[in-house]
């Protein structure tokens, strides 16, 4: 694949640079391209012993001869055994293709030892058949129980009893130092037994010597020296995969019967040819061209006619508690029509391994059809019965929902069965063959970079096309639009120094060095955050200063919008509840936002999926309150038009060491329609799960879209658990959908958060739940403006905060000071003591309302005073004026 790609290089230059081309190059690359498909020769196992147990006879099966060890030198097959067992059922239940196998056992009364001797130390396979039956003295599938080792390692995971009436077959890999390779049966019961043994040589590089660790993100290293189960075996989409059509005899099963839910995924399939091997990925050995021409795709149709967009794909698989596993997940875009088209997320047991992950991606030039895989090491901890793998959309605002997966393997993590082998006693023709292979390699990078420099040269030379460029390049502040952000205290523009808003203080361009110095140079352990647009570090500047270093990810297409959005609204934006931007960094084609540290992290690490304290109801009211604070003044005080999020969730939802909620990440941020507009046509961008339905379906974006996705924040709030949870039920997957649905039905005390439902006042739950409900609705124009969210959660608050003889329906006792005001309603008629202060209909109502907000707003007025230290007290003041009244307006 390579080396076409240079040939199709090669064709598009002047013919006149082609003609400059040396002859002995174009030599070189036919040379080079017949060794690659030398060292691409299907591999040929060194070892390959296929035994049949208790018998002298011989099976063809499949197309391979299995001998039987009857006839096996005695040295094989040591240690106290009783003679073969013939199947009185003829091996009945076992697969019609292998009921040869399972005609015949050999039965251990006492531990006994099968020894084969290996030509090539390294790693193999050893498979092991298993079918009860019963025979002249006994059944085995009530006698038999035993444990399994090879060289010296256990490796059945507890006393094994094979199922009644059924084949099974047991895979493991293991490492061979030495030149022999010794099976042990040991009966833990009356006896052991087994039917067929098959011991075939792969290649070492099969098991790499590292993974990365699922929780948390890291390398787990040591693969190459373990021994491991093979658990399940996995083709997505179909057929079935018989040893017949594996290199390594191998079955791969249809993945059907581990959907979840089968309506989100479909499966797709391409002829084997399209299958594009490139050196440096996925090999035959790694798995057969049908695992790769087959997938199993998110329903892009269900997608598109409805909000189940939201849904990702998830397999369940039943695994054995208590160990660690090894996940390789196998991926081949044959979906693509180009590059770049495709990305997506994927999950294991809950965790995210790949985020926007692109198959096709510059590893692979951008070439689609490439095989390729990705390990995964699931701790002991973490897998807990049922391992899961989802794969959803990505959070990458220009791609269209959807996702795929090939193949998956998971096997169970046993351990050590020695060394890789003494390398003296590897065979001379190995060496040849790996010195021609690296000899080879060094060739084809030096006619790469050859190739590339003179393809460089003459493409330089020709007229510069207008075309978006794909990689980010340094820009200075007055790059990112016709004014710039700030001024120098002497009163000229500069592009090396920018001041963030106009009450803020001074934030300014950082050198990269200074940021490399405040991470410990991006290292992973300083990792406190990852998602769409890059990584989030913790840093701490010369001044001890903590800041949020997030750093944008290369190959994030919209990461430069995402940039210059982030920097153009923060600059100009200031307010308590909105993460603050210190300053940014594009040196070396970088993209660099430094934000003020929030200690306590996100909003969902609070609620879910962390071993996290969880937060009383006094403090998610409060925070609520917060974040709806800020989204209000997005709405309708920082400036003519108002500012949409766009991308409203519990992750973006940050809190101090206060727990004082700060809303953050403003790279999808979108300015509000014109005066005379009701909404901004643009594209479908957000989080699935939060996303409007209305702006979904229409691509029609308003402030009430941020109203949604904060009803959604809130049920968060209210129930513990993530958006989208593909491992429930299919009616609990999507929390709005059933949690609305619970409300609807009256169910509210189902649906809240276990751990504090008891602390919480009937007045003050059945108030937040009445105002997420009303958030969600199903059109804009129904749902609450984010004022009427602000003030409702706030009552809430008082209703929780009332002295614990309060009544909830008692407003005298609840706000005594407003008593007057509730004795005279504005129509002249008067209130009774069961009025519903949490009407917002009640007319009634506005003067207290106006009181109480009045009062509120005085309140954090002052305080924001201080800590912003504005001098602008008329701009406060006018911004007082107009929260008063949108907060007023619906009452």
């Given at each position: 694949m390579l080396l076409e790609r240079l040939s199709e290089e090669l064709m598009v230059l002047p013919r006149s640079f082609s003609r400059r081309v040396p002859c002995m190059l174009l030599r070189a690359v036919v040379v080079l391209s017949a060794l690659?498909?030398?060292?691409?020769?299907?591999?040929?196992?060194?070892?390959?012993?296929?035994?049949?147990?208790?018998?002298?006879?011989s099976a063809t099966v499949g197309g391979r001869t299995f001998v039987g060890d009857a006839t096996l030198p005695g040295s094989v097959l040591s240690a106290p055994q009783s003679a073969g067992a013939n199947a009185s059922a003829g091996a009945a239940n076992a697969s019609s293709g292998e009921a040869e196998l399972y005609r015949y056992a050999r039965v251990f009364p006492a531990p006994s030892t099968y020894t084969f001797a290996i030509k090539r130390p390294g790693r193999h396979f050893v498979r092991l058949h298993f079918f009860p039956f019963r025979y002249q003295s006994g059944d085995l599938a009530a006698d038999a129980r035993f444990s399994v080792s090879v060289q010296g390692v256990v490796l059945t995971d507890g006393p094994y009893a094979p199922a009644n009436g059924t084949a099974t077959v047991r895979e493991f890999s293991v490492n061979v130092a030495r030149g022999t390779l010794a099976i042990a049966f040991t009966p833990t019961g009356k006896v052991a037994f087994v039917n067929a043994i098959e011991i075939v040589s792969h290649p070492d590089d099969l098991f790499a010597g590292t993974a990365q660790t699922v929780n948390p993100l890291g390398?787990?290293?040591?693969?190459?020296t373990q021994a491991l189960e093979t658990i399940h075996r996995i083709n997505m989409g179909t057929p079935k995969i018989t040893p017949s059509n594996d290199t390594l005899w191998r079955t791969w099963l249809p993945d059907e019967t581990f959907l979840v839910d089968r309506t989100v995924a479909v499966p797709m399939d391409v002829a084997p040819k399209t299958v594009q091997r490139t050196p440096g990925f996925a090999t035959p050995e790694a798995a057969p061209d049908m695992v790769y021409a087959t997938a199993r795709e998110l329903n892009k149709a269900l997608m598109d006619s409805t909000i189940s967009a939201q849904f990702n794909m998830t397999w369940r698989f039943p695994?054995?508690?208590?160990?660690?596993?090894?996940?390789?997940?196998?991926?081949?875009?044959?979906?693509?029509?180009?590059?770049?088209?495709?990305?997506f997320n994927v999950y294991v047991g809950g965790w995210s391994v790949l985020s926007n992950y692109e198959i096709a991606n510059k590893d692979t030039f951008g070439s689609l059809a490439v095989p390729l895989y990705k390990d995964f090491v699931l701790s002991a901890k973490d897998a807990m019965g049922n391992i899961t793998v989802s794969v959803g959309p990505a959070t990458v605002g220009n791609m269209d929902p959807d996702g795929l997966l090939n193949g998956?393997?998971?096997?169970?993590?046993?351990?050590?069965?020695?060394?890789?082998?003494?390398p003296s006693s590897q065979s001379r023709?190995?060496?040849?063959?790996?010195?021609?292979?690296?000899?080879?390699?060094?060739?084809?990078?030096?006619?790469?970079?050859?190739?590339?420099?003179?393809?460089?040269r003459a493409r330089r030379r020709k007229k510069p096309e207008k075309k978006p460029s794909s990689t980010w390049a340094a820009f200075s502040a007055s790059a990112l639009g016709s004014r710039s952000f700030g001024k120098s205290n002497s009163g000229g523009t500069r592009n090396n120094t920018v001041t963030l808003g106009q009450s803020a203080g001074a934030g300014y361009r950082f050198p990269f060095a200074a940021l490399q110095e405040a991470t410990s140079g991006f290292d992973e352990g300083m990792v406190i955050g990852v998602g769409g647009f890059g990584k989030v570090y913790k840093g701490t500047l010369r001044d001890d200063t903590r800041v949020a270093v997030k750093r944008g990810n290369r190959r994030s297409r919209q990461g430069l919008n995402e940039f210059r959005t982030e920097i153009e609204l923060l600059s100009r934006l200031r307010h308590r509840h909105l993460v603050s931007l210190i300053g940014y960094c594009d040196e070396r084609g970088e993209m660099i936002l430094v934000y003020e540290y929030m200690a306590r992290g996100t909003l969902r690490s609070h609620l879910y999926d962390s071993e996290l304290p969880p937060l009383s109801w006094k403090q998610r009211l409060e925070v609520s309150i917060g974040a709806a604070r800020g989204l209000h003044y997005l709405h309708t005080g920082s400036g003519a038009k108002a500012i949409i999020h766009r991308d409203v969730k519990s992750a973006n939802i940050l809190l101090d060491d206060s727990f004082m909620a700060k809303v953050a990440d403003f790279g999808l941020s979108k300015t509000g329609p014109e005066l005379d507009k009701t909404h901004v046509s643009t594209a479908v961008k957000g989080s699935f799960g939060y996303l409007d339905p209305e702006y979904f379906r229409r691509q029609m974006l308003t402030e009430k879209s941020d109203v949604y996705s904060f009803g959604v924040v809130l049920l968060e709030v209210l129930c513990a658990r993530p958006v989208i949870d593909p491992t429930l039920p299919h009616d609990m997957v999507n929390l709005a959908e059933w949690a609305t649905k619970r409300l609807k039905n009256g169910e509210l005390d189902s649906i809240v958060d276990q751990r504090i439902a008891g602390t919480i006042r009937p007045e003050s739950l059945k108030k937040f739940a009445d105002t997420a409900e009303k958030c969600l609705a199903e059109y804009g124009v129904e749902r609450p403006a984010m004022g009427d969210v602000l003030w409702c959660l706030e009552y809430a608050l008082q209703l929780q905060e009332a002295s614990p003889d309060s009544s909830g329906t008692d407003d005298t006792k609840l706000v005594p000071?407003?008593?007057?005001?509730?004795?005279?309603a504005?129509?002249?008629s008067a209130s009774t003591m069961s009025a519903n202060l949490g009407d917002l209909d009640g007319m009634s109502m506005r003067r207290v309302f106006s009181k109480m907000i009045k009062s509120e707003e005085d309140h954090r007025l002052h305080k924001e005073e201080s800590l912003t230290a504005n001098p602008n007290r008329a701009l406060q003041q006018a911004y007082t004026e107009q929260h008063m009244s949108t907060l007023t307006a619906g009452i």
């Open positions: 690659l498909a030398a060292a691409r020769a299907a591999f040929v196992p060194t070892d390959s012993y296929l035994v049949l147990c208790g018998t002298a006879a390398q787990y290293t040591g693969l190459s695994s054995t508690p208590g160990w660690a596993y090894l996940l390789r997940l196998h991926f081949c875009d044959i979906v693509s029509k180009a590059a770049n088209q495709l990305a998956l393997e998971i096997m169970r993590i046993v351990g050590s069965t020695g060394g890789g082998g003494d023709s190995k060496k040849i063959i790996a010195g021609i292979v690296a000899g080879s390699a060094v060739a084809v990078v030096t006619v790469v970079m050859a190739v590339a420099f003179l393809v460089l000071e407003y008593q007057r005001n509730l004795s005279t504005s129509d002249g």
